[in-house]
């Protein structure tokens, strides 16, 4: 902790699963990831929801996930507080 608190920079490496407990789905978890259940959005692959070529002859998928996705919608764990009080020095 001593070091932690004398450190000028701290880097905190995490992912998406982060927000998982939130509600908010990894990207590739069989069965519940997103890109599992992105089957009614009737794209040519589950990552073209994020391929700037698809984006551009057909955003319609991708401004319905946002939407869905928009926050908001879920509430932050407490990973995400934990970041918030890193970045403003308030640990």
């Not at 978890?29 to 700037?52: K, M, R, V, W």
Request: charged content about 10%; some cysteine.
């Amino acid at each position: 902790a001593a070091q932690l608190s004398a450190a000028k920079n701290v880097i905190v490496m995490i992912g998406a699963g982060v927000s998982v407990a939130s509600g908010i789905p990894d990207f590739r978890t069989p069965g519940t990831g997103l890109y599992s259940q992105l089957q009614e959005y009737n794209l040519p692959f589950p990552e073209a929801i994020f391929d700037i070529d698809f984006f551009q002859d057909n955003p319609a998928p991708f401004y319905r996930l946002c939407t869905e996705l928009w926050p908001g919608n879920f509430s932050p764990t407490y990973a995400h507080y934990f970041l918030k009080c890193a970045a403003g020095n308030t640990l």
